[in-house]
């Protein structure tokens, strides 16, 4: 039996549900590292669409580490996004391999009374993607980033992908064009738009490449950055296994560059820096041409997942104004899509 | 015209029940004008029940791409549309079906936010 926990907040807004967690969550730390420790320095980043993030220090046994929880606390039918325990397999194998990635502590149990989810090591940083493209304080990290995020590439791009078996029945994985349509259809709302870009996409499709390890999610954003430049790759809930092209083609979208339009990689620069930095860090030589189709499948695909946040609000999994918002920005993206066909926007 | 989820009604719904949660939390004053704006809402979404629809020019336009889409209801020419071009009934007129999809799209930016829309379109 473990002893109660002394769990401190720094915020007074703390609900009963957070209340809740957090004590789950000392008991499940107590069950694993001993009945000293505590917790304290509580802080909930985001309560996203399918995630709470809460960060919180753990002290005791002559050690105090900040940590994250990751908790799935909404799971929908279609969702694009890997269960819990398939991201902590494919975080865990990124880690062994030497991915600036968090570093895994555990995944929860049932006896946690937490549902799914997992504990990672908090890496300190800022992942806001104007923040990045602004702020003077990351003028270096900038210069630098498109040469590490190249080279990130490669090296994940890099391991077998047998080390990431557990991807190997993701319907992305199975079919990256057909696992889109397929969440399509699930959501119910028809947009002829999209069906025109199904088939546009099918008919240009350009012949496969090779079969490598994707993070799916590689972009301005999923970087947690320091001023010295990238320090850690985060939410991997989109990974699977496909053509390299791929995560070169969602960074380079317009909706990633965050107002930077004129840089297509990621606001921070071109595109063909991106390319020489993966190609010189020993990845393989970039299509580029055949990198420009997996652009527009990348705004398909983010006009998809904006449905899916409607879904739940329209069927009541989860309301709230932005995820109503994301419904009417559906056609923004769209447009970038369509625009993006026709070469008006680069 | 038939828009992307959520629907108009929603969109009123959805700001209200956001005031409904955050009006609790509000002090004296704000929490008063908090329920004028439900008050409002509520008008609005009455208001709302007794329009009729308009057939807007984009209607016409994606109507003329289903057989028998001018007797149709907005919502359902674009069903049949979709299923449609899933169908390949239209690949032969592919360059067509393009212009048409960037006007219904622009159409919809005009409204969810038309700075958005590139400077020639607006």
Not at chain 2, 69 to 89: E, F, H, W, Y
Request: overall charge negative.
């Amino acid at each position: 039996m473990t002893t109660p926990l002394n769990a401190v907040s720094d915020s007074d807004s703390l609900d009963a549900e957070l209340s809740a967690v957090v004590a789950h969550l000392g008991e499940a730390l107590q069950r694993r590292l001993g009945n000293a420790i505590e917790i304290s320095n509580i802080d909930v980043a985001t309560l996203g669409g399918s995630n709470r993030t809460v960060l919180f220090d753990v002290r005791g046994a002559g050690q105090r580490r900040r940590l994250v929880l990751r908790q799935e606390t909404i799971s929908m039918a279609y969702s694009p996004f890997l269960p819990s325990a398939t991201q902590y397999a494919v975080l865990s194998a990124a880690y062994r391999h030497g991915m600036p990635v968090p570093e895994p502590i555990f995944e929860l149990e049932p006896v946690d009374e937490l549902g799914q989810g997992y504990v990672v090591a908090a890496v300190a940083g800022e992942s806001l993607p104007k923040r990045l493209l602004s702020g003077t304080q990351f003028a270096t990290a900038r210069a630098r980033y498109l040469k590490q995020a190249g080279a990130m590439l490669a090296k994940l791009h890099g391991i077998d992908v047998a080390e990431f078996a557990v991807l190997e029945t993701v319907p992305d994985t199975l079919d990256a064009l057909g696992a889109q349509i397929g969440y399509y259809d699930g959501y119910g709302e028809p947009h002829p738009a999209l069906e025109f870009a199904f088939r546009w996409l099918e008919k240009s499709q350009p012949p496969a490449n090779a079969r490598v390890p994707l993070h799916g999610d590689f972009r301005n954003g999923n970087m947690l950055v320091g001023e010295e430049g990238i320090r850690a790759l985060l939410d991997w809930e989109c990974a699977h296994i496909g053509d390299p092209l791929e995560d070169f083609g969602w960074f380079c979208t317009r909706s990633w560059r965050f107002g930077a339009v004129d840089r297509p990689a990621g606001g921070f620069g071109s595109r063909e820096t991106l390319y020489r930095a993966y190609e010189e860090a020993g990845g393989r030589t970039i299509d580029r041409e055949a990198a420009r189709w997996w652009e527009i499948f990348g705004l398909m695909r983010w006009a998809l997942y904006n449905i899916m946040q409607i879904v739940g609000h329209v069927n009541g999994t989860r309301r709230s104004p932005a995820f109503a918002a994301c419904g009417r920005n559906t056609a923004l993206i769209e447009y970038e899509m369509l625009m993006t066909m026709a070469g008006k926007f680069d | 015209m038939a828009h992307d989820w959520p629907v108009l009604p929603d969109l009123l719904q959805t700001v209200r029940e956001f005031i409904d949660e955050l009006s609790p939390r509000l002090g004296k004053q704000d929490r008063y004008h908090a329920l004028c704006s439900i008050y409002l809402l509520d008008i609005a979404q009455r208001e709302l029940n007794e329009w009729s629809t308009t057939r807007t020019e984009d209607d016409d336009r994606l109507a003329q791409w289903v057989a028998g889409g001018d007797a149709m209801a907005p919502q359902d020419v674009i069903k049949m549309l979709c299923t449609n071009i899933r169908s390949g009934q239209h690949d032969d007129q592919l360059d067509q079906l393009f212009e048409a999809m960037q006007a219904h799209v622009s159409a919809k930016v005009r409204v969810s936010r038309p700075d958005y829309l590139h400077p020639d379109e607006r």
